[in-house]
């Protein structure tokens, strides 16, 4: 894939702030900042402050007369009085109070750059990612990125089909873990974050149709798990043949255990079945299973403490130990991914001492029985293949992603398997621009084309700012007719 110049999307946003948490939270001031929500108020330019508007979010467990003086605040800014605002705010933040804070945008705020034709596409101009998740509407045909950065995450969108992004939720404040999925007409963030040391989850979900945040919605505590620790935290929707849920698993850091949680569409009363795990170290999935015929709707791997890879099934009522495999990779990390009853788990896999590969562990009968086999396996000297994504939304096949340590500029590649047989994978397509760590996380995922050939892929660059960039991956030759992928249906024969 030929190399392009950096992108600078368009950008139109949603500010979060959370402020420094109350004496009830478990925080230590000195990690936080004290004043950074009104700091970054007074740094939004005059000239935009009349056309934000803010919104503030109890974040800890805040007294009424703090909630009073919030409410204070708020008034304070729409009426104008934009410096006394900030004042309150900052004192708010300087007394140990515990919110979020809200600023949209009441007219777009765009940022645009040239770009190439099929170039990487920045989906935000912020720098320090860390991690993200890639969805998309079937609605609308919106593309949807969220970022987690070093204090908080973004959420992106794309109404053009990936050529350019606008940043559209800003959360930002104390170190986060989210993920993200679409399901009906909104965007569902989960997340949870250091202002109450990682105990509690949240959803945020946002209208699919302009990624504009729900404001009748707000947020909604899942749980609280006080006072152990949430280290890890995935969502899925049951999407794309029901949209009727939406769903949240977690893992706990004290007990090894993981939880999951789920809610029809309202999204405000969380039922909890989770499976019976205790020995969980890393590498969490979370997979919905659209089309089964089992009665295996959902999904859930992970590596466990004593190096195997693990996968649990659930019929929604309860869950099933899967399948127990050895895991032989570098690092903590599954990626999960079913349609009709074909679940797969791809892996890192040792290939050779210190070198490795892309594996996956695969049943196309829901479990009734697996085997093993390999998207990539690099010959001795060839360079290793680390964190591997996986994407089978497509229904017509397997396409993943893997990051590899090749020099200077270190590469991420992309592969595919038609159908469900086994047989040689793709070569491997380099399709990164710009230098990526090797062994940072890479994701793909299909994005609803009629051709099924499309995916989004995304990665961070490597540079020293961790800018995150998405990459389009089609046919570029030819229309996506059908006949790419075996049908004839919509060709005709002609003699000479």
């Known amino acids: 894939m030929s190399r392009s110049v950096v992108t600078v999307p368009s950008v139109v946003f949603i500010v979060l702030l959370p402020l420094m948490a109350s004496a009830s939270a478990v925080v230590d001031p000195g990690d936080v900042d004290c004043v950074a929500a009104a700091r970054a108020l007074a740094d939004i330019e005059v000239a935009l402050r009349s056309n934000a508007a803010i919104s503030l979010e109890p974040f800890g467990e805040p007294d009424p007369d703090e909630l009073a003086r919030a409410a204070d605040t708020e008034a304070l800014w729409a009426s104008g009085r934009h410096d006394e605002a900030i004042r309150e705010l900052e004192a708010l933040e300087e007394g140990g109070a515990a919110f979020a804070v809200t600023v949209s945008w009441k007219e777009p705020i765009a940022v645009e750059d040239a770009k190439l034709y099929y170039a990487d596409v920045r989906v935000s101009t912020r720098t320090g990612g860390e991690d993200a998740s890639l969805d998309f509407h079937a609605g609308t045909g919106n593309i ?28 930002s404040g104390y170190a986060a873990i ?54 890890e935290l995935e969502v899925v929707g049951n999407t794309p043949d029901q949209n009727t849920w939406i769903c949240m698993a977690y893992l706990l850091d004290e007990d090894h255990s993981i939880h999951f949680w789920w809610d029809d569409l309202s999204g405000d009363s969380f039922v909890e079945v989770s499976p019976p795990v205790a020995n969980a170290a890393g590498g969490l999935d979370l997979a919905w299973n659209p089309f089964f015929t089992s009665g295996h709707a959902l999904w859930i791997s992970y ?41 797969y788990v791809a892996v890192e896999c040792e290939v050779d001492p210190g070198l490795y590969g892309v594996c996956y562990l695969a049943t196309d009968t829901a479990g009734s029985g697996w085997s093993w086999g390999h998207a990539y396996w690099p010959d001795v000297g060839s360079p290793s293949g680390f964190r591997p994504d996986l994407s089978l939304r497509s229904g017509a096949g397997r396409a993943a992603v893997f990051s590899s340590e090749t020099g200077d500029v270190d590469d991420v590649y992309y592969v595919t398997r038609p159908g469900w047989t086994e047989g040689p994978w793709s070569d491997p397509v380099w399709y990164n621009t710009w230098d990526h760590v090797a062994g940072d996380e890479t994701y793909i995922e299909w994005l609803g084309s009629l051709c099924v050939q499309t995916y989004g892929m995304l990665y961070f660059d490597g540079n020293g700012d961790s800018s995150p960039y998405f990459d389009l991956m089609h046919p570029r030759s030819f229309s996506c007719d059908g006949f790419e992928s075996g049908d004839l249906g919509g060709w005709s024969s002609t003699s000479p």
Request: proline content about 1%; aromatic content about 14%; cysteine-free.
């Open 303 to 343: 590596i466990a403490t004593d190096d195997t890879l693990r996968v649990y099934r659930s019929t929604a009522s309860d869950w099933q130990a899967a399948n127990g495999a050895s895991f032989t990779g570098l690092h903590n990390h599954t990626a999960l991914s079913a349609y009709a009853d074909h679940v």
């Open 178 to 231: 989210a993920d993200m999925s679409v399901s009906g007409d909104f965007v569902w963030v989960g997340y949870s974050a250091d202002g109450d040391s990682f105990h509690s989850s949240r959803f945020r979900r946002f209208h699919a149709e302009t990624g504009l945040e729900d404001a009748s919605y707000g947020y909604e505590v899942v749980a609280d798990e006080s006072p152990n620790t949430m280290v």
């Open 144 to 171: 949807f990125v969220l970022v987690v950065w070093a204090s908080g995450w973004t959420l992106n969108m794309s109404t053009d089909g990936g050529a350019s992004f606008t940043e559209t939720a800003f959360w």
